[in-house]
Protein backbone atom coordinates (compact mmCIF):
# COMPACT_ATOMS: atom_id res chain seq x y z
CA UNK A 1 0.00 0.00 0.00
CA UNK A 2 2.19 2.91 -1.49
CA UNK A 3 1.45 6.64 -1.76
CA UNK A 4 -0.05 6.36 -5.09
CA UNK A 5 -3.32 4.17 -3.88
CA UNK A 6 -6.48 5.91 -3.38
CA UNK A 7 -5.77 6.40 0.06
CA UNK A 8 -2.32 7.43 0.14
CA UNK A 9 -3.95 10.62 -2.43
CA UNK A 10 -6.20 11.25 0.11
CA UNK A 11 -3.12 11.32 2.90
CA UNK A 12 -1.57 13.57 0.46
CA UNK A 13 -4.24 16.33 -0.81
CA UNK A 14 -5.04 16.06 2.88
CA UNK A 15 -1.48 16.81 4.44
CA UNK A 16 -1.10 19.48 1.33
CA UNK A 17 -3.99 21.11 1.69
CA UNK A 18 -3.52 21.35 6.02
CA UNK A 19 0.48 22.30 5.78
CA UNK A 20 0.41 24.97 2.61
CA UNK A 21 -1.93 27.72 5.35
CA UNK A 22 -0.22 26.05 8.28
CA UNK A 23 3.44 27.19 6.93
CA UNK A 24 1.97 30.62 5.52
CA UNK A 25 1.33 31.38 9.11
CA UNK A 26 5.07 30.36 10.31
CA UNK A 27 6.18 32.04 7.42
CA UNK A 28 4.30 35.69 7.97
CA UNK A 29 5.84 35.46 11.27
CA UNK A 30 9.48 34.20 11.05
CA UNK A 31 9.53 36.82 7.56
CA UNK A 32 11.22 39.63 10.04
CA UNK A 33 14.61 37.22 10.34
CA UNK A 34 14.88 37.06 6.96
CA UNK A 35 16.31 39.52 4.06
CA UNK A 36 15.38 39.62 0.76
CA UNK A 37 11.86 39.79 0.79
CA UNK A 38 10.48 42.58 -1.47
CA UNK A 39 9.78 45.90 0.59
CA UNK A 40 5.96 46.16 -0.23
CA UNK A 41 3.66 44.14 1.87
CA UNK A 42 1.92 42.51 -0.95
CA UNK A 43 4.81 41.34 -2.87
CA UNK A 44 6.71 40.24 0.68
CA UNK A 45 3.04 38.23 1.42
CA UNK A 46 3.17 36.76 -1.90
CA UNK A 47 6.87 35.73 -1.37
CA UNK A 48 5.12 34.04 1.69
CA UNK A 49 2.57 32.25 0.04
CA UNK A 50 4.96 31.03 -2.52
CA UNK A 51 6.86 29.86 0.30
CA UNK A 52 4.52 28.36 2.21
CA UNK A 53 3.86 25.84 -1.30
CA UNK A 54 7.10 24.65 -1.09
CA UNK A 55 7.00 23.93 2.61
CA UNK A 56 3.82 22.17 1.33
CA UNK A 57 6.13 20.08 -1.24
CA UNK A 58 8.73 19.44 1.61
CA UNK A 59 6.48 18.11 3.53
CA UNK A 60 4.63 15.77 1.13
CA UNK A 61 8.00 14.36 0.02
CA UNK A 62 8.61 13.96 4.33
CA UNK A 63 5.17 11.66 4.10
CA UNK A 64 6.19 9.64 1.04
CA UNK A 65 9.55 8.95 2.35
CA UNK A 66 7.96 7.86 5.74
CA UNK A 67 5.27 5.76 3.71
CA UNK A 68 7.68 4.11 1.66
CA UNK A 69 9.75 3.21 4.99
CA UNK A 70 6.79 1.90 6.76
CA UNK A 71 4.70 0.48 3.69
CA UNK A 72 1.95 2.66 5.41
CA UNK A 73 0.25 5.59 3.57
CA UNK A 74 -1.01 7.09 7.41
CA UNK A 75 2.27 5.75 9.11
CA UNK A 76 2.49 8.65 11.63
CA UNK A 77 -0.01 7.88 14.42
CA UNK A 78 -0.25 3.74 14.05
CA UNK A 79 3.68 3.19 14.07
CA UNK A 80 4.18 4.58 17.48
CA UNK A 81 7.48 6.44 18.78
CA UNK A 82 9.38 5.22 15.77
CA UNK A 83 6.80 6.94 13.51
CA UNK A 84 7.39 10.10 15.45
CA UNK A 85 11.00 9.80 15.63
CA UNK A 86 11.16 9.42 12.19
CA UNK A 87 9.05 11.82 11.34
CA UNK A 88 11.67 14.52 13.57
CA UNK A 89 14.66 13.39 11.96
CA UNK A 90 12.99 13.38 8.14
CA UNK A 91 11.64 17.27 9.18
CA UNK A 92 15.01 18.42 10.74
CA UNK A 93 17.04 16.92 7.47
CA UNK A 94 14.58 17.91 4.82
CA UNK A 95 14.45 21.32 6.74
CA UNK A 96 18.97 21.91 7.43
CA UNK A 97 19.13 20.58 3.65
CA UNK A 98 16.73 22.93 1.80
CA UNK A 99 18.11 26.02 4.04
CA UNK A 100 21.44 25.27 3.45
CA UNK A 101 21.08 25.08 -0.54
CA UNK A 102 18.68 28.48 -0.50
CA UNK A 103 21.05 29.98 1.93
CA UNK A 104 24.22 29.29 0.76
CA UNK A 105 24.19 27.62 -2.72
CA UNK A 106 21.32 29.52 -4.40
CA UNK A 107 21.72 32.63 -1.97
CA UNK A 108 17.35 32.81 -2.40
CA UNK A 109 17.46 34.70 1.34
CA UNK A 110 19.76 35.37 3.97
CA UNK A 111 18.83 35.77 8.22
CA UNK A 112 18.67 38.73 9.93
CA UNK A 113 20.20 39.40 13.41
CA UNK A 114 16.91 38.15 14.51
CA UNK A 115 17.55 34.74 13.69
CA UNK A 116 19.06 32.18 15.91
CA UNK A 117 21.46 29.96 14.19
CA UNK A 118 21.97 26.03 14.81
CA UNK A 119 25.04 25.55 16.72
CA UNK A 120 26.50 22.63 14.78
CA UNK A 121 25.45 23.82 10.98
CA UNK A 122 25.05 27.21 10.73
CA UNK A 123 21.31 27.72 9.51
CA UNK A 124 18.29 29.06 10.60
CA UNK A 125 16.64 27.39 13.97
CA UNK A 126 12.99 28.64 13.07
CA UNK A 127 12.76 27.63 9.33
CA UNK A 128 14.02 23.65 11.08
CA UNK A 129 11.25 24.00 14.20
CA UNK A 130 8.71 25.16 11.65
CA UNK A 131 9.02 21.64 9.58
CA UNK A 132 9.36 19.98 12.27
CA UNK A 133 6.38 21.71 14.40
CA UNK A 134 4.17 21.93 11.48
CA UNK A 135 4.74 18.72 9.61
CA UNK A 136 4.06 16.30 13.03
CA UNK A 137 0.42 17.34 13.37
CA UNK A 138 -0.07 17.62 9.88
CA UNK A 139 0.64 14.62 8.72
CA UNK A 140 -1.07 13.02 12.11
CA UNK A 141 -4.10 14.96 11.14
CA UNK A 142 -3.99 13.71 7.10
CA UNK A 143 -3.43 9.98 7.87
CA UNK A 144 -6.60 9.52 10.13
CA UNK A 145 -8.83 7.87 9.04
CA UNK A 146 -12.24 9.93 6.91
CA UNK A 147 -15.35 10.14 9.05
CA UNK A 148 -18.29 7.76 8.30
CA UNK A 149 -20.90 9.62 6.18
CA UNK A 150 -24.08 9.94 7.50
Known sequence: M????????RVAVRAFLAG?????AWE?????????LPPDAFWATLACARASVGDGVLTLLIWAAGALAFSRVAWVGPIGWRGWLVLAV??????????????????????TASMPLLPVVPVGLWPVLQMVVIT???????????????
Open 90 to 111: LAVAVAVGTELVLVYSLRRWTY
Open 136 to 150: QPVLWWAGRPPRPRR
Open 28 to 36: MAQAHAFTG
Open 20 to 24: VPAHF
Open 2 to 9: GPANPEGR
